[in-house]
Every structure is written in structure tokens, then in C-alpha cells.
């Protein structure tokens, strides 16, 4: 079958640094991808890693270990719209995405 | 360049009642997925079509679903009759062979 694990939810203040693990098994890998999606509205696209290692852009970077079967996306400097859904999904060896069940992500003043 | 367009936004129907969802993808985008997405969980794939045919619709519940995309470009799913166990977040998605998917707003169902 397919797994897509994550947190719940996690909590973290202005200005800080977090990070929102993922850990899958699924059929086949062709790349993880990270979406944002705040409350009501559609994912939107953030990052997307088929090598393992590092993919910076801006204040988000994300990371991947297909040996382990484990990505992460960090937000650094956070701010107050950064509070929303974080979505991390695979997409398997039938060209699908296998969706997580989201990682909600309060940022407190 | 336009986003992907659904409509309609909202719908509240009546259980056993059916209903209809329109999707128009980003231009050149081939691939169209519908997707359904419940309270606190993430989108769960439904039908996938690359141009006007349906490469997978394993998670389609084909007793009272069914989906179209004639011409290879707009796209409609259907449920006739909904239960209420339908209610949720209906999402269309695009992606071009550069595999970012982009999403639609969605409509959001209230079966009552």
C-alpha cells in the first residue's frame, strides 16, 4: 500500500525556524513535492525534489532521502501568513500524487 | 496565464440529488486530475486523464461517479445521486510534462 506519514500539527513563533517532516513508502518515486494551502483555499506549489539533498528558494528549502524514505520542508524567518496546511506528496510509479494528510502549522506573534 | 478554472464554488444539494462539477485546466496542459479532499486531510486522487483519456480512475466510485473531458480540454464529474458521505472539497488539477501541478479553487460540496 501507499503511507504518506506527517504531523498533525505543529506550533512555532514569528520570526523562527521550523521543520515539517514527511516519511513515505510508496510504489515507485518520481519526486516529492511540497504544497502550501491556506485555510479554504486551493494547494499551491512550493517546492519539488526528485535527488536527494538540498532545494532552497527564498525562505523555504527542502530536503530528501530516498534511501529513508524521508523529506522535510523548513521554513526559516516565519511570519504570521505562513500559518497554513503543508502538504507533502509523492508521485508514484504510475505518474500519480499520493498526498499526505497535512501538516497544519499555527504561527503565534 | 489564466489558472485552472472550476466551477461552480459552492454547491448545497439534498441527498439523492445529483450533481455537476466543470473544470477547465491551464492551456497545454495535457494531464487533468480530479481530486476530493474531506476536513483536515489531503487531496485524494480520483480520475487522472492525459488529454481525452482516463488513465486511471481506480479511486472512482463508479456506481454514482462519472467524469468526462471531451476534446482532451474541459473536464465535468458527476455524482448522481450524492450521499451525504460525499460532502467535501472537489479540486481539478493541471500539470504540464515539467510535473508542477497547479489547482483550481475547488467546489465545495454540502450534501444534505
Known amino acids: 500500500g501507499q503511507n504518506i506519514d506527517q504531523p498533525t500539527e505543529m506550533t512555532a513563533t514569528e520570526g523562527a525556524i521550523v521543520q515539517i517532516n514527511c516519511t513515505y513508502q510508496t510504489s515507485g518515486f518520481n519526486g516529492l513535492f511540497w504544497y502550501q494551502q491556506h485555510a479554504g483555499e486551493a494547494p499551491t506549489f512550493l517546492s519539488y525534489n526528485v535527488l536527494d539533498g538540498l532545494e532552497e528558494k527564498g525562505r523555504f528549502s527542502s530536503f530528501l532521502s530516498r534511501s529513508k524514505g524521508y523529506s522535510y520542508l523548513l521554513l526559516k524567518e516565519l511570519q504570521m501568513k505562513d500559518s497554513a496546511s503543508y502538504l507533502c506528496a509523492v508521485r508514484d510509479e504510475g505518474q500519480n500524487f499520493v498526498f499526505g494528510p497535512g501538516t497544519r502549522l499555527s504561527v503565534l506573534p | 496565464e489564466a489558472g485552472v478554472v472550476q466551477s461552480p464554488r459552492y454547491k448545497i444539494i439534498e441527498k439523492k440529488q445529483p450533481v455537476a462539477f466543470w473544470c477547465n485546466p491551464i492551456s497545454g496542459h495535457n494531464t487533468l486530475y480530479w481530486y476530493r479532499q474531506n476536513l483536515g486531510q489531503g487531496p485524494e486522487l480520483l480520475i487522472r486523464?492525459?488529454?481525452?483519456?482516463?488513465?486511471?480512475d481506480s479511486q472512482l466510485p463508479k456506481d454514482r461517479f462519472s467524469a468526462e473531458r471531451l476534446k482532451g480540454v474541459d473536464s465535468t464529474l458527476k455524482i448522481q445521486p450524492a450521499e451525504l458521505g460525499d460532502s467535501a472539497v472537489y479540486l481539478c488539477a493541471s500539470s504540464s510534462p515539467s510535473y508542477e501541478q497547479y489547482f483550481g479553487p475547488g467546489t465545495r460540496l454540502t450534501v444534505t
Open positions: 486523464y492525459e488529454n481525452e483519456e482516463a488513465v486511471d
